[in-house]
């Protein structure tokens, strides 16, 4: 009896786990470039790291973080309606105590009923403003801040540890999960191999 058929598929398992792992190290390793009989090998994401970080800056700003959205959601009237009553706390401090400490005189004139239309009159006013305030900020926020710039050079300028790291932590899971197919993969052709000779003998 051939006593190598049984290591078979455990040599083809290791195999397979194997090359998983070295595939998945590949993803980062070597950082840098490697000459290996002529040919120059680098690890898939330090060598393409720039047009990573580009294609990364072109969907957090296009796709998940668009000054569009940002600022439908902060000129629309439920946004206001959330800040409405830290708003009027503060014109009714306004209107109660600050401006009479300015105007000492102004309080002989001011009654309840005074102060309650002069918050009602800039409530009102407020609810006209706030939308073309906000959406006046936006476009010069949107001007003076570019985020596909800003992400570009972030994630350009990671170190490719730092990188590796927070890959890392995302897909560690994944490539363990990765690496086990790969083993079981591996056994599975072993097993084969085995039955092909054992019938074919």
């Not at 990765?178 to 003998?201: A, H, K, P, R, Y």
């Amino acid at each position: 009896m051939n006593y190598w058929l049984f290591i078979t598929p455990l040599i083809s398992a290791f195999t397979g786990w194997v090359t998983t792992w070295i595939a998945i190290k590949m993803l980062f390793h070597p950082r840098k470039p490697v000459k290996v009989f002529g040919i120059t090998i680098q690890g898939i994401f330090p060598k393409n790291q720039g047009e990573i970080a580009v294609k990364l800056g072109q969907v957090v700003s296009r796709e998940l973080l668009s000054f569009e959205e940002i600022e439908d959601k902060i000129t629309s009237a439920e946004n206001l309606e959330k800040l409405k009553p830290e708003i009027e706390k503060h014109i009714d401090d306004f209107l109660r105590n600050k401006l009479k400490e300015v105007f000492p005189m102004i309080s002989m004139f001011i009654g309840e009923k005074t102060i309650g239309q002069l918050k009602e009159a800039f409530l009102n006013e407020l609810q006209s403003l706030f939308p073309v305030l906000m959406k006046s900020y936006m476009n010069k926020l949107q001007h003076d801040l570019n985020l596909e710039r800003i992400v570009v050079e972030k994630v350009a300028n990671f170190s490719t540890k730092k990188l590796e790291d927070i890959l890392d932590q995302i897909t560690r899971k994944e490539f363990k999960f990765l690496e086990i197919i790969g083993g079981l993969f591996g056994l599975l052709i072993g097993l084969i191999q085995v039955l092909i000779t054992v019938l074919t003998q």
